[in-house]
Every structure is written in C-alpha cells, then in structure tokens.
C-alpha cells in the first residue's frame, strides 16, 4: 500500500495553516538574528508531524477550540530547538539537503536560538493554561534530554542491547510524538481510556519513525535524504542494523562492525554494508518498525471514525513506506 502523504494534512488544513501563521508571529524577536536562523531552520523542508499530531489527536476527540493551535506550535518550537542544539553536538553540515545552521552562522549562534525556541515554548505552554499539559511537556523536555545524552555515551560502544537502542530512541524521538499526541488528548478533555491511546499512538509512530531513520542510513542516499549514507557509522552510533548484524553475523564479522563502530569514519562502510545486507539487519529493521507501526494503529480502535483518525491510520503507513 502506498498512501498519499498529502492526504495527512487535509482533514486539519485551515488549522495547520493557522499553525504555520503562529509560527512566524511567535518568532518575532527584537534581535534580528533570531528570527533569521529560527525561520531559516523552521522553513527548511521539515515534515511538521509533531504540530500535525497535536492538530489530528485533539480533533479526532472532537475538540472545539482554538488553543491546539498554540499547543501545535511550541511543539513544534521544541522540536526545532532540538535539531538546532543535535547538529552543533554531532558536527553536521548537512540537514534535509542544506545547510545546518551551525554551519552557516556557527555554534554559537545555532545552541542561543535553540535557547531562545525552548523558551518561546515554554511561554507559548502558560497561554494553553493546563498544568497537566505542562506536566506532560516539561516532563517530555526531561526525557528527550537524557535521551540525547544516552546517545551521546552510547557512541563508539558496541556492546550496547537491542533493549538499550530502543531506550534511547524512545527518549531521543519517539517520546516527542508521545508528548505531542498525548497533550492533544488531554486538551480535548478525553477519558482515561482514550488518553492512554493517543499517548501510545504517538510512542509507536515516533519508534517507527526513527528505526526507518535508521535503517535509511544504510541504504538511502543525499539527493533523497539530505544526508549521506553512512553518517551514523561515521559517528559511531550503534544503532539497530548494526545490532542485529553483531548478533546474526559470523565472529568475522561481528568484529569488524564492532571495530567500525569504536572507529567511528567510514573506511570500513563498504565492508559493513555488506554484512548488514548479509545478515538480514535491514529487513529485521524493517520488520520492527512495521511491529510498531501496527502497535500504533491498534489504539485507534477507540476512536470514532473520522477523517482525522483516517489520517492518523495513514500516518502509520508513511512512517513504514517512506524513502526519505
């Protein structure tokens, strides 16, 4: 099945444009660079799934008011600071076929403006006006941080568990599509029952997400994804493919990958590649996301039919299907 990506915005178009209007009022700033790089990095081509989430979850539970256009927005905010601080801690130059910030206006520069967005955010939570909302989101801030630390000391390590990569990601970007689905939800005023569903939709489709990510880094290229193949080798980041090969891979092999991993660069990728396709890590990979992606459909049985939960099926789809 291939699903029609732009299909996911219809049902919350005027809100989604709502969204991109708030946007930009929320990024005015007396200090001129501000608002360059943070409209530099929001209008670089990003999907805007968790603004979507939070749009589709609240009107998917019948939400009749105006505030899920705020909540949207500082989501997004805070998904846009993190890809500013994560491409000044992993050195890139290269997000979504550009420029990083940081490699056109520095280090500096890029972690301040982050600053700035998580801030705005945090400002943009008081007008929505529900402590419990801000307790999911300042919660979600918590984990997304250690989650990006967790990486960070997982690098060059190969003896890290599958069980250890799934915590990681779960912390790093499924729990941002956790917060924002969630959020939704309890704006909406759902009962319990519901409320645990959309918050599981959002942990399911953020997991599927990032193992698709994952697995595109072994066989994706830069003209599709904006970035190269092998970036994540590069960096020494042991992610699933890698896992997997180690465990199905002869002693041969699983200790040239764990070589490759301490070394982190790409002299060995060929050779990598070749074991990851050997073993059978990409399908694997492949099999796990499409596990999670079914786990996230499963919750949306307690909805009522609607275009919104139709686009949030969709959705699951996608994240599965994609090539970039």
Known sequence: MQSNAASIHAAVAEDFAAVNRTILSQLAS????????????IESGGKRLRPLLVLLAARALDYRGDRHITLATLIEF????TLLHDDVVDESSRRR???????TWGNAPSVLVGDFLYSRSFQMMVEVGSMRIM????????????GEVQQLTNIGNADIEESDYFDTIQGKTAMLFEAASHSGAILAEADPDAERALKL????????????????DYQGDAETMG??????????KPTLPLIHAMRQGTPAQAALIRQAITDGGLERLDEVLTIVRETGALEYTQRRAEEMAAKARDQLALLAPSPYRESMETLTHIAVERQV
């Open 201 to 216: 939709y959002g942990r399911y489709l953020g997991l599927a997400f990032q193992l698709i990510d994952d697995l595109l």
């Open 30 to 41: 007396r200090i001129p660079l501000v608002e360059t790089i943070g409209q530099y990095i």
């Open 227 to 236: 970035k190269n193949v092998g970036d994540d080798l590069a960096e020494g």
């Open 78 to 81: 805070m998904h846009t600071s």
């Open 135 to 146: 307790q999911v989101l300042s919660g979600a801030t918590c984990v997304i941080a250690e």
């Open 97 to 103: 076929g550009k420029a990083t910030a940081n490699e």
